[in-house]
Structure formats: C-alpha cells, structure tokens
C-alpha cells in the first residue's frame, strides 16, 4: 500500500512578488470597446452625468485617447489604492465595480501607458502613471505633479460641470494604426465609433434611455487646436420593438429553488424587422438568447441559450431578459471583463422549471417563438412584389412600407406629387412619367403656405395601395379604367365633405 498524508508539511516560507510583466498578461478578452465600457462604468459608479471619449491626432497620427467625466473624482486619499491592482473599496448596492482590476486591466489591453488625474471636491487635481516598461523592476507607480495634473484637468474638454471629475488617458494605444496616411487613419476612426457606438450603446441602454448618462465621441487634432463634431452615443435597445412579435409576449416565466427566484421576461420579436436593435452586431442569429443584465448594465447580449437550447436560426426572434440581482448572484459568475456570464448547474434546472401565471413552460416559448418566425417567413415569401415609390414620401413612411413590402426591381419608381388639374378629377395616373399626381385642388391647408413634397403620407400610402397595380401591365384594362372613375368620385366627394 502507498503512504499518503492528509497534511502537507512546510519548512519555512518566502516571498515570491509577481513578476511585473504579469501586468502585460491582464484583460486578454478586451477588446477596445469592451475595455472602454469598463472605463464608463467606473464614471458610472463616481456618479458622472457626462463621459467624452476623446481621440487626440498630432501630426496626422493618432497619439492618445482620453476618458472623461463629470463625476465625483478621487481624493488623493484613495487615489493609490485606485491604481493598485486588486485594490478593492467598499461597494455599494448599486456599484458596478468589484474586483478592484476594470482600469487597470481594461487599460493594460489597449495601450502601454495609464495615466490617472482626478479632482475631489475641494482639492487640487492629483495625478498617477503606471507605465509598461520592459525594463521594469517592481510595481512602481509614477506621481504626477500638481501643475500637470492640473493642467490637464483644465483641458478644453467642453462637458457640463468639471469642477470634479476624471481624466484617464492612454499613450501608445496598441490598436492605433501606425501611419499618419489620412485615410487609414480616418477610417480608423470611423471605424472605432460605430464600434464604440455599437457596444457602449447596447450595454449601457438603460442608463443612458433613462437620462442618467450621455457619452460622446470625438476628436481633436492638436495642431488646429479644434475637436471635431461630437458623436453621441444612443441608446440601443435590444428589446426594442414597436409591438411584439406574437400576442400575449413579453411573458415572465419563473422558477423557485429554495430560496432563490429566477425570472426570465421572454420577448418575441416581429419578424423581418430591418431595426438596429434587432440586427445588433453579429446578427439577430447571433443575438438570440439570454440578456444578463446586472445594475442597469448588459453583461451579455444574447450570445445563446447557456445549455438550455442550442442556437438555431428558427429562434432568431427569441430573446430574454434576466437580471442578476444580489440574492441569485451566486447562480452565476462574470469574467472580470464583465462581458461574459457563466452559469452554475442550477441555472439549466431553473430554466426547465419554469413557468409563466398562465403555465407557460420555456418550451412554450421556444416554440411560440419558431412559429412566429415560420410565420413571418411566409407572410413576406407570399406577398406580391410592388413597385418602388420615388419621390413625394416622407422617409418614416418610406422605410415602413420598405419593410413591408417587396419591391419590384425591375420596375421604375412611382412619385407621388401634387400638382395643379385644369379640371376636377382628384388624382391622375401618368405611366409613362411613373407619377400619380393628385390635384392640388384637395390639398389640405393649401392655402398660402409652401407646403412639404412630402406631406400628406397617410394619404398617399393609401393610394399607393390602392392604385400600384395600374401601373402595371402595357395597357389600362376595362375593369382598370371603371375603377379609376369609382375612386375618382369617392374621393372628390371625400374631399369635398372634408373642405365644407
Ligand atoms: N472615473 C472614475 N471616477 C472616480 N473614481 C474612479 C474612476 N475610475 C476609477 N475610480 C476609482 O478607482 C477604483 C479602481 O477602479 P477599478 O475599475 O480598477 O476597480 P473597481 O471599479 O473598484 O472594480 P472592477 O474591477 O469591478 O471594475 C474604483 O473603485 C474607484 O474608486
Ligand atoms: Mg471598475
């Protein structure tokens, strides 16, 4: 039989600090939008109504990026244990930090150089650098002094109310293209902020929908001492249709293990929706699934069903809210990137549990699901291609109908236009221009005012309903022209009535 202990015994013990280039290893899953998330919730958490994200170009290089707020700003009593890594405060109910690791990790993975300037109510602005060096021995933090810090704290940042706040800037930013070539460089750019606008939006929909916070985008080019139109980050919600894809949805489904509730609020989404909250990046096939949310704050957008179902294309309009609250957080553990949520073994369990007040089960739902999307593939496969309207219509109405209804591509475009009739007819169908004119007779509150090209759309979507297939075919049929006369009086009379 082989001798085994229980205890294993030491003889002595020593010191074995991290080597520094275990900074380098930190927040290999960020990517730049990720880690930059990770920035706006540490605003968040200071309290800040406004966050910039601001690129700096210096000779047709872009050099720097900044992080800045408006919120309550570290004293330099706290500042050092801010930078350290794993330096750990005291949370409240509502923070977003945890781990002690966001700035530092999610900095670390973009760019070799952090530095931190900060002003608290009533103090000077302080200042601290770590710096990636490969020359470096030991965890030594730079201290910036007070004139610098002050300095660029004092920045022309143009954002409400910085008499406190914070400046994070990042030099030697690794993804940063190493040319000044003017057009890498802005596509770069163009690039980075429908990124950021993506995934800063989607993550932080409800705070900024709720108003609590607005982020912008810019850029300021040293030389000409300017920064560039703001873009604003909006709120991207991906839960966000008009009306649900099948009656009776969103539905709460819950389950109950001891003392633990589970809610999952299932959304079906309508079909063939052409929105950016349903398309999001990556695709509604990739976007079907659970939306973890913690603190207001999406953890991870859909991405799956974590072992519940696997992911297919007929459940592309399924997708579920749960928000992890304090009392089931140990159901679940977050990478420190806090874009990725793992569950535990119950979480499956939970899901096949749970029910709606009406019985719904999670299979119910799924199925519900898949048939709306049959649903709507055959409502759209079925319909009768139209042809395309050219001018007279607002863009709203434009794009509804465009998501409506299949376009004819071979067909030519139909206006549809006011105009003056010598005679009393309400409207005219011109194929050979591809206009139906309506008389401008009729218009409503024509009198004086210039009126929009694109004005009265309820009007006209319902004649192009109506009237779209006469301006087909290579002639006007009998049954057609009858039609035309019938319409003709109904309308006149119509607009008549309406003008007494
Ligand atoms: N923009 C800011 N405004 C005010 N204080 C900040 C700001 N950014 C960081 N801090 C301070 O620095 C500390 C460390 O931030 P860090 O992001 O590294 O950790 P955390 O937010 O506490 O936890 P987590 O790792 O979950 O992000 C914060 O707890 C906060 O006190
Ligand atoms: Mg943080």
Redesign the pocket.
């Known amino acids: 039989m082989s001798t085994w202990r229980d205890q294993i015994p030491t003889s002595g013990s020593l010191e074995l600090p991290p080597d520094p280039r275990a900074l380098e290893g930190l927040g290999r899953n960020h990517s730049l939008e990720t880690a930059l998330a990770?920035?706006v919730?540490?605003?968040i958490?200071?309290g800040?109504s406004h966050v910039l994200i601001r690129l700096v170009r210096l000779e047709g290089r872009l050099r720097a990026l900044y992080?800045v707020?408006n919120?309550?700003?570290?004293p330099e009593s706290?500042i050092d244990?801010?930078?350290t890594i794993g330096?750990?405060?005291s949370?409240s109910a509502n923070?977003?930090?945890?781990?002690?690791?966001?700035?530092?990790?999610?900095s670390f993975s973009q760019a070799r150089s952090l530095t931190?300037i900060?002003k608290a109510r009533g103090s000077a602005a302080v200042g601290r650098r770590w710096l990636l060096d490969e020359n470096r021995k030991g965890f030594h933090c730079d201290i910036i002094p007070t004139d610098f810090a002050e300095d660029e704290f004092n920045r022309k940042w143009d954002i409400e109310g910085v008499d406190t706040?914070?400046v994070?800037r990042w030099d030697n930013v690794t993804g940063f293209p190493a040319t000044d070539d003017p057009k890498r460089v802005e596509e770069f750019i163009s690039r980075t902020a429908t990124a950021l606008r993506n995934h800063l939006g989607l993550v932080f929909h409800k705070t900024i929908h709720a108003g609590k916070i607005s982020i912008e985008i810019d850029v300021e080019d040293i030389e000409t001492d300017a920064s560039g139109a703001r873009i604003p980050v909006e709120s991207l919600n991906p839960f966000g249709y008009a009306r649900s894809g099948q009656a009776g949805y969103p539905k709460e489904l819950s389950a109950k293990i001891g003392d633990i509730t589970l809610k999952f609020r299932c959304h079906i989404w309508p079909g063939r929706s052409v929105s950016p909250q349903f398309k999001l990046t990556g695709g509604p096939e990739a976007r079907q699934g659970i939306y973890f949310y913690r603190r207001d704050r999406l953890l991870q957008a859909g991405e799956g069903w974590h072992g519940i179902h696997s992911s297919d294309r007929r459940l592309q309009l399924a997708r579920i809210e749960v928000t992890i609250d304090d009392d089931i957080v140990r159901l679940f553990t977050m990478n420190?990137e806090?874009s990725k949520v793992n569950v535990g073994p119950e979480f499956t369990q939970l899901a096949e549990q749970a029910k709606a007040k009406d019985g719904t089960t999670f299979y119910d739902y799924l199925e519900s699901a898949e048939q709306a999307f049959r649903e709507s593939r055959k409502r759209s496969n079925g319909r009768r291609k139209m042809a395309p309207l050219g001018k007279g219509i607002a863009p709203e109405l434009r794009k509804a109908i465009e998501r409506e209804i299949p376009f004819d591509e071979d067909s030519e475009p139909i206006d549809i236009r006011w105009k003056r009739f010598s005679g009393e007819d309400f409207f005219e169908i011109d194929r050979d221009k591809r206009a139906l004119w309506l008389n401008e007779k009729y218009r409503p509150n024509s009198k004086g005012e210039r009126r929009s090209v694109n004005d009265t759309p309820l009007l006209k979507a319902l004649l192009y309903l109506i009237v779209e297939e006469l301006f087909r075919g290579d002639y006007l049929g009998v049954r057609d022209k009858d039609n035309i006369v019938l319409y003709q009086e109904i309308l006149i009379a119509a607009a008549k009535s309406e003008q007494l």
């Open positions: 990770d920035l919730d540490n605003s958490d200071a800040a992080v707020d919120g309550h700003g570290i706290k244990s801010a930078m330096g750990q405060r949370y923070d977003l930090g945890k781990f002690g690791l966001g700035l530092k990790t999610a931190v900060s706040g914070t994070i420190p806090k």
